[in-house]
């Protein structure tokens, strides 16, 4: 009996964990072309003067980074919507089709890069 019991919170665990990825792996491309597009980092660092401000405040000094900010952003929705997804009932969770993992984040890449303009081509 108990090894049942154990077997099926281990396909409970699996399928939790599978809607957490597929989700954080979609949510997170989509996140992070709108904070890409809009600007919104969590902080931005200047390096030639080592400061790190919140949100998007440009260094006191020389150039500004930005996509570290944008990563935690992105990230950190992410995580939250993937552990919302992760809670749904076994019924809702099946709907997750596993390819939107791939689909979503390959189509994002194509909206950056259409974004840039080409920018890295010239």
Do not use: C
């Not at 597929?22 to 931005?44: E, G, R």
């Not at 150039?63 to 935690?72: K, L, N, R």
Request: net charge positive; hydrophobic share 50%.
């Amino acid at each position: 009996m108990k090894s049942s019991s154990v077997k099926s919170q281990g396909i409970r665990a699996s399928r939790r964990f599978g809607a957490f990825v597929v989700t954080f792996t979609a949510v997170y491309a989509v996140v992070y072309y709108i904070v890409l597009v809009n600007n919104w980092p969590l902080f931005s660092y200047g390096p030639a003067v080592g400061e790190w401000t919140l949100f998007n405040h440009g260094a006191s000094d020389g150039p500004t980074m930005y996509w570290y900010g944008w990563i935690a952003t992105s990230a950190i929705v992410a995580a939250a919507l993937g552990a919302l997804a992760s809670l749904l009932p076994d019924q809702l969770s099946r709907w997750l089709w596993p390819g939107l993992a791939w689909l979503v984040p390959l189509a994002a890449i194509g909206a950056i890069f259409r974004l840039l303009g080409g920018y890295f081509t010239h």
